[in-house]
């Protein structure tokens, strides 16, 4: 396969392009600087050429990984991320990362290549046969399928539109082998590739809802703003900082929204998240969705009689679990503009009982928290432990963070505070373990910032290999995994026969020897100041590096704080 952007065939001699170049000329047209990816049949030119033409290739062991990598990459920087895939297997492979990235809004593109059409239509059993399309579209925001190489512009660009435009999404982009391989006159190429105008467009909110919002905050007597990792991905800060300090009102970050307000701000109530949940009489949602994570907005977590603004660029959204009286349509830049334009000085005063309140309740929590930090326990636990990365990150505000697990991720989102906003990558809307090195590898390629993945032992075995990408690419990530010897806890003992327990991994394991194999530094830690001078020296090197944390098997909740959603209590 050449790899020139035109080349000549045939008598009369013809400039032409093939289908893999068009590809790349659509991406990089549209802005696209990275791939993340698995090569082989029917993309790995697909791959050469890109690199050949300045966008950057990172190549991975799993697409899962990649795909996870092209999500976040997508929610880091507002573009949507792309995930090179090779057919079937390796499109499977890719459709959890699509579907997370659906769920979570992060916009990103899963690029695949496929069969022979006429043979998989006719099922007549083709190498990696399986209808692509009609697979990932339950997955997808949306899907296309390009079968002429003249179309590849359009389908590019029209990938593009849908994974940022209104709600963010996953999109798939599928393409046949023969699309790929065909050639067209380099006139008709050229004519074909255009950059998509205005993608995300602004969505300016209704002026009434914008006002009927405001009048229903100005009633309020116990106001709460729930800040989600919608209000993150909008890059509205300093909107949302200014609407925030002008209003007076307390807010509460979702964890992927922890540090666009710096979680030391004065107004952050999340030390005292059950006093507001229950008692907020009136809600302001930005960008966070009413699911399983705020408990429906059901009682009796919430108050019931709560009165709801919700800032949301999806219109379906609204009412999704309980009558939402104020929805605010657009984006929440335009919409937070309009908020501040539209606010009276002293229009929103918050009632000093409200405050007194919710001071009383974080002056308890915390020092409840500061006994379990400063304990001395040996083996560590979850809190010991997060104490440690807690006060070497402190130093490190730059360096982003990966959380995955179950007591892992519960006590990090506790425990880790985050001052800038998009620091902050974890398991997010589906609960999903296996995100953390696809997360760690897009956070360290997209902003050349140190990354600590805090994961656990079980989480970290769902894309473990790519310690090796990590290696190869010699990004500057920490992994930490919290070895506790299992999932949720390591201490179940099988009764019935000598295998293991369910729930059992290998104690003893040490995951800090995994990453010597690929030349990266490992380490032990035992106590809280191994982990922490460990940490610190990784940091200070920028090179791979994996602490294995050795974690009391009998620390931690089974399910962690999800007890609750176990079908048999235990
Ligand atoms: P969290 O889990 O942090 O509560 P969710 O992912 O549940 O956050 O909710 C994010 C919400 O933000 C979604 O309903 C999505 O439609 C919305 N959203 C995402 N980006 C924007 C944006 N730029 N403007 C407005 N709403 C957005
Ligand atoms: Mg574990």
């Known amino acids: 396969m050449s790899l020139n952007v035109a080349r000549t065939v045939g008598q009369p001699q013809e400039a032409v392009t093939d289908g893999f170049t068009l590809v790349v000329d659509a991406l990089r047209a549209n802005g696209v600087e990275k791939i993340y990816g698995v090569v082989g049949i029917p993309v790995t030119d697909l791959a050469r050429v890109a690199q050949a033409e300045g966008i950057r290739y990172i190549g991975f062991r799993h697409e899962q990984a990649a795909g996870h990598a092209a999500a976040a990459a997508g929610f880091l920087t507002g573009r949507p991320g792309i995930c090179l895939t090779v057919s079937a297997p390796g499109f499977l492979n890719g459709l959890v990362a699509l579907a997370n990235a659906t769920t979570n809004c992060f ?40 079968d002429r190489p003249e179309d590849i512009g359009l389908g590019v660009a029209r990938a593009i539109r849908a994974a940022v435009s209104g709600r963010p999404g996953g999109v798939y982009l599928d393409l046949p082998a023969a699309v790929l391989g065909a050639t067209v006159p380099a006139e008709v190429a050229q004519a074909s590739v255009f950059q998509a105008v205005d993608p995300a467009p602004a969505m300016i909110p209704a002026p009434e809802s914008v006002a009927r919002a ?26 949302i900082l200014s609407f925030v300090e002008t209003t007076g009102i307390p807010f509460l970050p979702m964890s992927m929204a922890k540090g666009l307000l710096p979680d030391d701000h004065p107004q952050s109530a999340a030390a005292a998240r059950s006093l507001v949940l229950g008692q907020a009489d009136v809600v302001m949602l930005v960008g966070a969705r009413l699911n399983w994570l705020l408990a429906h907005g059901q009682p009796p977590r919430w108050s019931a009689a709560a009165r709801f603004i919700q800032v949301d660029a999806d219109p379906v959204e609204i009412d999704s679990n309980r009558p939402i009286e104020a929805p605010v349509i657009g984006d929440i830049a335009s919409a937070m503009a309009a908020f501040t334009d539209a606010l009276r000085p002293g229009q929103v005063t918050v009632p000093d009982a ?14 409840k928290m500061h ?16 104490r440690a990365i807690r006060d070497v990150l402190d130093g490190h505000r730059e360096a982003y963070l990966v959380n995955e697990g179950a007591n892992t991720l519960d006590f990090g989102r506790d425990i880790l505070p985050m001052y800038r906003p998009r620091h902050r990558l974890d398991s997010g809307t589906w609960g999903v373990m296996g995100v953390g090195m696809g997360y760690a ?54 009764t019935h026969s000598a295998d293991p327990a369910p729930t059992v991994l290998l104690h003893s394991s040490r995951y800090d020897k995994l990453i010597t194999a690929f030349g ?29 944390a050795v974690i009391d098997p009998a620390a931690g909740t089974e399910s962690g704080h999800l007890t609750s959603l176990n079908p048999r209590t235990h």
Not at 371 to 386: G, Q
Not at 444 to 452: I, T
């Open 107 to 146: 916009p990103m593109i899963q690029i695949s290549g496929s069969s022979e059409r006429t043979i998989v239509d006719l099922q007549q059993g083709d190498y990696e046969e399986l209808d692509q399309l009609n697979a990932a579209k339950p997955f997808a925001k949306a899907a296309f399928r390009v």
């Open 520 to 548: 990266g530094t490992g380490y032990q830690a035992d106590t809280p100041d191994e982990l922490g001078h460990e940490l610190r020296a990784a940091l200070k090197t920028g090179e791979p590096t994996l602490i294995n």
């Open 371 to 386: 006994a379990r930090l400063t304990a001395d326990a040996t083996p560590m636990n979850f809190s010991t432990a997060l």
């Open 214 to 239: 405001l009048d229903l905050l100005t009633q309020a007597e116990r106001p709460l703003i729930v800040l989600g990792k919608g209000a993150a991905y909008a890059r509205a800060d300093e909107a």
């Open 441 to 494: 590898i897009a956070a360290a390629v997209e902003s050349g910032d140190p990354v600590v993945a805090v994961v656990g032992d079980s989480a970290f075995g769902f894309s473990g290999m790519e310690i090796e990408t990590i290696c190869r690419y010699r990004l500057p990530v920490v992994i930490v995994v919290f070895n506790n010897g299992g999932v949720y806890k390591g201490d179940e003992v099988n």
């Open 354 to 367: 409200w405050w007194q309140a919710i001071r009383g309740r974080t002056e308890q929590n915390v020092a």
